[in-house]
């Protein structure tokens, strides 16, 4: 069964450093996301993306946060300036249409010290 | 806006006891509901839907529009059922692709 890939699985950067979270999603799906659950708390939607620009996103994706889908087959989330409140477990994931079952990765840790 | 509540965080039961994991949830208009399973280092999986109205490894959920709530719900549960059940909601924005809005997540124990 076709899967969602993440890359790596485990980040460590230094505050203030620019880190891109890595997914592939599965190849005949349309709509792609980030979530992010900082540890002991619930996953939260961070953005969704289809047709090649960002259709909806929370309060928590700033300035500091972009995603790109720069070819094909990768989608990207960029954080530009890292803080220590950004270290969490960022999941990608992906759908064939807007109401179909939503398909995760397995997550990148990102611990920013 | 939307919210989903899940109140408890733990949840331990022993090996063929029936198991009830409780979700409410708010929203204005007409919410998809949905019941997500993390099994220890492994991805979140999609469970079951309140659409389609199946029973997957034996969990059932049904959508109480009343009440506001999905509650997941098995009748014997295994060992193999230990793991962290997260409910959730999707709006109802057809072409954009909804956000999925999560509960805090329920860790199952299922003792022997």
């Known amino acids: 069964e076709p899967e969602v890939t993440q890359t790596p699985s485990h980040q460590v950067t230094q505050m203030g450093q620019e880190v891109i979270l890595r997914c592939v999603p599965i190849?005949?799906?349309?709509?792609f996301y980030w979530y992010r659950q900082i540890l002991g708390q619930k996953v939260e939607f961070l953005v969704s993306?289809?047709?090649?620009?960002?259709?909806?996103k929370s309060e928590i994706f700033d300035d500091q946060f972009s995603v790109e889908r720069p070819d094909g087959s990768n989608f990207t989330l960029k954080i530009r300036s890292t803080k220590l409140e950004d270290s969490a477990m960022y999941f990608c994931?992906?759908?064939?249409?807007?109401?179909?079952?939503?398909?995760f990765g397995n997550g990148t840790r990102l611990t920013v010290t | 806006a939307q919210r989903v509540t899940q109140p408890e965080k733990l949840l331990s039961v022993f090996k063929g006891a029936p198991v009830e994991l409780k979700c409410n949830y708010s929203?204005?208009?007409?919410?998809?509901l949905f019941w997500y399973v993390q099994y220890s280092r492994q991805r979140l999986q999609l469970l079951l839907r309140?659409?389609s109205r199946e029973s997957i490894k034996g969990f059932t959920a049904d959508l109480n529009k009343g009440e506001t709530s999905f509650h997941l719900k098995k009748p014997f549960a295994q060992e193999e059922d230990s793991a962290m059940y997260y409910c959730?909601?999707?709006?109802?924005?057809?072409?954009?692709?909804?956000?999925?809005?999560f509960g805090e997540g329920t860790q199952l124990t299922v003792n022997p």
């Open positions: 993306f289809y047709n090649n620009e960002i259709s909806e």
């Open positions: 994931a992906s759908r064939v249409r807007g109401l179909s079952p939503l398909h």
């Open positions: 190849s005949n799906h349309l709509y």
């Open positions: 309140h659409i």
């Open positions: 929203y204005s208009g007409s919410p998809e």
């Open positions: 959730a909601l999707s709006g109802d924005k057809e072409t954009s692709g909804s956000r999925l809005t």
